[in-house]
């Protein structure tokens, strides 16, 4: 496991702090946020904003990692250490990998997504950032859902999302040809091997409510945080929020965002629907419910980079102040999963942290539970000039 930081001191930097931005020290020891008395270094960084660091908790941009071409697997260990390198990167110090568990198969199947667990298991320890799992589970795939279960507690799963996107599958099919096409060479099959299995998981249509109330009493007992994924209406909604499933992650209309917020549910939309203005697919804008307060965190999605550049988005188009435009990618995910170590730059709290040029807006260091993540630019040369003021001390 790298080594914690030494015990040091951050100042001149505008830090957030509730509402706004208040300049003051930040110490750092043993991987925690601390008030450091005594002589210990100081890194300077007057012009820069000292952030938390962001918690990401869905981006299955990772695939891409893994599966450069659908043909083409790279080894699982070089695709997390590759994705934990492009989060650091961008202010990601706490990244949950989607994973999905699928009647698709391959890379989106039960086995692939096993090993994925297995690897990000084996590779926490040395990951420059704090690397979890996700699983989205399609609610057709019933047969699999004890071992989705085995899975969930062996490799210590805290974030589960049910996904049914079975009849979005057959309107492609029938209205979009070419992408279905697409989306089987994708998934490694012909279109009537992945119009088979699409049919086979709707052959177990009448066995899903039992099967998701299986998954939600485990869950329960294992204090895994479940939720649904792309809820089109407040009906759907309520439905998994009666067996517990409360978080809302993507809704596809105001309404259903509505009926969570109205619910006491939390809300997560996707970082890149903010950036590009949209959805690629056609549904709400995020902008729109964040506007109207319905929306709670936001997450990568299927790209790393739009988690800063949303917040910037938010803050060049006068949607919100740059405090609260951060605490959607911050503190509001640390909240929806109940992360109490996470979010805020408090005392005593996990030294996730965040240091932006003020003139750029370019992220420039992140450290991450205490160890640093990411250096570059000015921060690299601060940080640098004290190594080297320490070193002709001793001398």
Not at 155 to 162: A, D, L, Q
Not at 361 to 375: F, Q
Request: some cysteine; charged content about 20%; glycine content about 10%.
């Amino acid at each position: 496991m790298p080594a914690f930081l030494p015990p040091l001191r951050l100042i001149g930097a505008d830090v957030l702090s509730g509402d706004g931005f208040a300049e003051r020290p930040v110490g750092l020891a043993n991987g925690q946020i601390v008030d450091v008395a005594g002589m210990v270094p100081e890194v300077n960084l007057s012009g820069f904003w000292l952030l938390p660091g962001i918690i990401d908790l869905h981006g299955d941009g990772f695939e891409r990692q893994l599966f450069p071409r659908p043909s083409a697997p790279f080894p699982i260990m070089d695709g997390l250490a590759s994705t934990a390198r492009e989060a650091a990167s961008h202010g990601v110090t706490t990244a949950f990998l989607a994973q999905s568990w699928s009647w698709e198969g391959g890379f989106r199947g039960p086995d692939h997504a096993e090993a994925v667990m297995a690897a990000v298991q084996d590779y926490r320890a040395s990951a420059p950032v704090d690397l979890r799992v996700q699983v989205r589970a399609e609610t057709h795939l019933v047969d699999h859902v004890p071992r989705l279960i085995a899975a969930v507690e062996q490799f210590r799963v805290g974030y589960v999302v049910f996904n049914d996107h079975l009849e979005e599958g057959f309107q492609m099919h029938r209205r979009n040809p070419d992408g279905f096409g697409h989306w089987a060479r994708k998934a490694g099959l012909t279109e009537v091997q992945l119009l088979t299995r699409m049919e086979s998981a709707r052959s177990k249509a009448r066995d899903v409510p039992r099967a998701l109330c299986m998954m939600a009493g485990a869950f329960d007992r294992l204090g895994v945080v479940y939720g649904s994924h792309d809820d089109p209406d407040a009906e759907t909604r309520e439905v998994y929020r009666m067996i517990g499933a409360r978080v809302a992650e993507f809704p596809t209309t105001r309404r259903a965002a509505a009926a969570a917020r109205a619910s006491g549910d939390p809300v997560i939309m996707g970082a890149p629907n903010v950036v590009r203005g949209g959805s690629q697919a056609g549904n709400i804008a995020a902008v729109e419910l964040i506007r109207d307060g319905l929306c709670d965190a936001l997450v990568s999605d299927y790209h790393i980079p739009a988690l800063p550049l949303a917040v910037w988005a938010l803050v060049d188009q006068g949607i919100l102040p740059l405090p609260a435009a951060w605490r959607l990618v911050s503190e509001g995910p640390a909240q929806v999963l109940g992360l109490l170590d996470r979010g805020v730059l408090d005392s005593g709290l996990r030294a996730d942290l965040v240091a932006v040029n003020r003139e750029s807006r370019a992220i420039e260091m992140v450290i991450s539970g205490g160890r640093m993540a990411h250096m570059s630019g000015e921060a690299a040369a601060r940080f640098c000039a004290i190594a080297s003021t320490a070193r002709m001390a001793a001398e």
